[in-house]
């Protein structure tokens, strides 16, 4: 069993910025991908950004490319979200993953474990 515990979310002014970290109790597994997902009210929940185990691959969605920014401790088993420049529309619960044996978490079919979530709310 896996679990992720989230922190680092909160109200900001849009142009501000915000760190998420997550850290996964994961030591029976070494290899795995965490990621990012979000979900805003009345929208379904989409992916963000991931991140493969070594820390030297990285992947994100469009509407947060270079504003956003993945990285990672594996020592630690812990994943950071950078957001930069954040806008009203990123308003949302983001949620940590991890998929077992996988080089990035894509998709939600890919995760295996989903962590409580934490909000990130953008005002205008």
């Known amino acids: 069993q896996v679990q992720l515990v989230e922190s680092g979310g909160g109200l900001v002014q849009a142009g501000g910025s915000l760190r998420l970290s997550c850290t996964a109790s994961?030591?029976?597994?070494?290899?795995?991908?965490m990621g990012w997902f979000r979900q805003a009210p009345g929208k379904e929940r989409e992916f963000v950004a991931s991140?493969?185990?070594?820390?030297?691959?990285?992947y994100y969605t469009d509407s947060v490319k270079g504003r956003f920014t993945i990285s990672g401790d594996s020592a630690q088993n812990t994943v950071y979200l950078q957001m930069n420049s954040l806008k009203p529309e990123d308003t949302a619960v983001y949620f940590c993953v991890l998929g077992l044996h996988r080089l990035m978490v894509v998709r939600t079919t890919n995760v295996d474990y989903w962590g409580q979530g934490t909000q990130v709310s953008v005002s205008s």
């Open positions: 991140i493969d185990r070594s820390g030297g691959n990285t």
């Open positions: 994961v030591r029976t597994f070494s290899n795995y991908a």
